[in-house]
């Protein structure tokens, strides 16, 4: 099983630029895909980014394309949100999440949530 801690939010002016972190423990991290996901004020839950367990695979949701980067440190057991050109539709409330590689659309663990407020 994996835990997951996450820091970084905080309140910006549209167009700066934020950095999400991750920390995992427990498990073995690099046996596991790593995802953020973002739940707005009155919105379902959406998916934002993924990256795979090898490194050999990233998704992003079309909304977030160009503007924000997910990457890992398995030395440090930490997936990254670095978020660009902020809009203030990217308020919400993020997510980190884990899934298995044995079933990587399946994702089972889940952080606390990092509040992130985007002002016009």
């Known amino acids: 099983q994996v835990q997951l801690v996450e820091s970084g939010g905080g309140l910006v002016q549209a167009g700066d630029s934020l950095r999400l972190s991750c920390v995992a423990s427990?498990?073995?991290?690099?046996?596991?895909?790593m995802g953020w996901f973002r739940q707005a004020p009155g919105k379902e839950r959406e998916f934002v980014a993924s990256?795979?367990?090898?490194?050999?695979?990233?998704n992003y949701a079309d909304s977030v394309k160009g503007r924000f980067t997910i990457s890992r440190d398995n030395a440090k057991k930490t997936v990254y949100l670095q978020m660009n050109s902020l809009k203030p539709e990217d308020t919400a409330v993020y997510y980190c999440?884990?899934?298995?590689?044995?079933?990587?659309?399946?994702?089972?663990?889940w952080g606390q949530g990092a509040q992130v407020t985007v002002s016009s």
């Open positions: 999440a884990a899934a298995h590689y044995t079933d990587p659309e399946n994702y089972n663990y």
């Open positions: 427990g498990g073995t991290f690099g046996n596991y895909r």
């Open positions: 990256l795979s367990w090898d490194f050999r695979r990233t």
